[in-house]
């Protein structure tokens, strides 16, 4: 009968899932930013495959939309304790 919460490792994916949705979300709060700044100010959406980045842009939010529950559950899983 082994507990399937052992604190140090629940500890240990929480951070880690909370780091690397931190990162995933500034990875595309940075690629959004850069897509609007080519595609609405300097408007050379043409010369440099806009619809690529915005697929990319997507895509990256899409991820961190799959990572943050796992945060969200590690950390009530901690929080719970």
């Known amino acids: ?5 052992n604190s140090r490792i629940v ?3 929480t ?3 909370g780091i690397t ?3 995933t979300f500034a990875a595309a709060c940075a690629s959004a930013g ?3 700044l080519i595609d609405n100010d300097l408007q ?3 010369q440099n495959h806009c619809i690529q ?3 990319a842009t997507a895509m990256a939010f899409i991820s961190w939309f ?6 969200l559950l590690n950390f009530w899983s901690l929080a719970s304790r």
Not at 1 to 5: E, F, G, T, Y
Not at 66 to 71: D, Q
Request: negative net charge; charged residues 10%; contains cysteine.
């Open 34 to 36: 850069i897509t609007v």
């Open 15 to 17: 951070v880690g899932d």
């Open 66 to 71: 799959t990572a943050l529950p796992s945060f």
């Open 1 to 5: 009968m082994r507990s399937l919460q």
């Open 53 to 55: 980045f915005e697929t």
């Open 11 to 13: 500890n240990l994916f």
């Open 21 to 23: 949705s931190t990162l």
């Open 44 to 46: 050379s959406c043409s």
